[in-house]
């Protein structure tokens, strides 16, 4: 059975904390290939502060940092609102089994999983990794969704089969988010250190999020 990881999000910029998640998933559950999938219209936030052309370019940028990731376009091609049960359907279209996909969160988005569109059944078209974030470990998400305990296993624990399970997986994530890479730089401070180097040059390149070169 192959393994593919798949990591959706606005990725408004990318940053050392979501490479952290797809290396942590890629080296615990085996995966051959980590897409990382910006969405093109994310459908719960408002506006992101760069364009998605900016966004998929930052993307690809952090996917040549890592021999196992890439950059996907799946949700630019289809336009629109970007619904993961979408994204997920078109690569069953593609020949991928349920099993041998693993859709990569963190425990603070997953928390929010039941306002996603088609859940409960969107848990059913691949496995779900629920990887920890600094102040929020991967296990909170057993109290918070006690309907889903039964699907629910230990990444140490877990082993492939056909049932789609939602996978906790305990990592050291970097403590940055996009929004706080977005704050420093309208404060004026650096961001090495939150980003990678060839991200950050992308940004001041191009004045994005106002900052300057
Ligand atoms: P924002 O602050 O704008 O919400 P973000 O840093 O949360 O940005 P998103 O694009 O919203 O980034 O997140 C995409 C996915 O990456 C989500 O599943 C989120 O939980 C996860 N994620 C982001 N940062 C981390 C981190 N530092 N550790 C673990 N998971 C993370
Ligand atoms: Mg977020």
Not at 23 to 45: I, N, Y
Not at 147 to 168: C, I, N, W, Y
Request: aromatic share 8%.
């Amino acid at each position: 059975m192959r393994r593919l990881g798949v990591m959706g999000g606005t990725f408004d910029p990318i940053h050392l904390g979501h490479l952290d998640v797809a290396r942590a998933a890629a080296d615990a559950l085996a995966l051959e290939e980590v897409r990382l999938v910006p969405s093109f219209v994310p459908p719960h936030r408002t506006a992101p502060g760069a364009s998605a052309y900016h966004r998929f370019a930052m993307v690809s940028l952090a996917a040549a940092s890592h021999k196992r990731f890439t950059a996907s376009d799946e949700e630019f091609r289809r336009g629109g609102p970007s619904y993961t049960a979408d994204t997920l359907r078109g690569l069953h279209a593609a020949g991928f089994a349920p099993g041998e996909l693993f859709f990569l969160t963190g425990a603070d988005a997953f928390a929010e999983i039941a306002t996603w569109k088609e859940y409960p059944a969107l848990l059913d078209l691949s496995h779900f990794v629920v990887c920890s974030r600094p102040g929020h470990e991967a296990d909170m998400v057993r109290g918070l969704l006690p309907e889903l305990s039964e699907r629910m296993v230990d990444g140490r624990e877990f082993e492939a089969g056909a049932a789609p399970r939602v996978v906790l997986l305990d990592a050291d994530t970097a403590n940055v988010s996009s929004s706080g890479v977005r704050r420093a730089i309208a404060a004026g401070q650096a961001i090495d250190g939150m980003v990678l180097p060839s991200v950050a040059a992308h940004i001041r390149k191009h004045g994005l999020y106002n900052a300057r070169q």
